[in-house]
């Protein structure tokens, strides 16, 4: 039902003239979504068995066993132990997507910093100071750092060289948005 009522949601969208079938169609999804919610609420104050309509209609409800069954116990133990599996493989899903988000970087090694005495005068005066941004040469406003170099910039600054350039000011190597970092100060 969700993929039908979003290609009727599109073609209604894409196209002036729509058929009164279609119309009548989208308006019934309407109806049930109301009805959906209606009883949802219905049942969150405990007046409705059943949490959906169509459990209702089908006349299923949810529930939690008291006791395991005697009869077929066997069938609980499983049960249990695949909803224990299913729990674990949730947690360990979990844990890498997070563990990779933790590698922010990943493998690349940031560049060596040439040693300011080395650069000629002229480069070393408009070079940024302590707490001034490499892009605009100004105290640093809204501070973001980038992930994958490690230089703290202001937001405006990366965020529009980003968009033009697509890498980092300083080090050139290619950032996205998700890339940057914002440092809140206390």
Not at 52 to 77: A, N
Not at 80 to 100: C, G, H
Not at 138 to 163: D, R
Request: hydrophobic share 40%; net charge positive; glycine share 4%.
């Amino acid at each position: 039902m969700p993929y039908v009522e979003r290609k009727l949601r599109s073609r209604i969208i894409r196209h002036k003239d729509t058929s009164p079938w279609e119309q009548r169609l989208l308006s019934a999804f309407h109806a049930f979504h109301a009805a959906k919610a209606a009883h949802t609420f219905l049942y969150l104050v405990k007046y409705a068995s059943n949490h959906s309509p169509i459990f209702r209609f089908l006349g299923l409800t949810l529930r939690y066993p008291s006791e395991p069954p005697k009869e077929d116990q066997w069938t609980y133990v499983v049960l249990k132990m695949l909803e224990v599996l299913a729990f674990f493989l949730q947690f360990v899903q979990w844990w890498y997507s997070n563990d990779q988000r933790r590698k922010v970087g990943g493998t690349l090694i940031n560049p060596e910093a040439m040693p300011r005495k080395q650069l000629p005068k002229e480069v070393q005066q408009s070079l940024a100071q302590r707490g001034e941004c490499p892009v605009c040469l100004l105290s640093i406003q809204t501070p973001t750092a980038c992930s994958v170099s490690g230089y703290v910039f202001c937001w405006k600054c990366i965020v529009s060289h980003m968009k033009e350039h697509g890498t980092c000011p300083v080090t050139q190597y290619p950032i996205s948005l998700d890339d940057l970092v914002r440092i809140y100060e206390t």
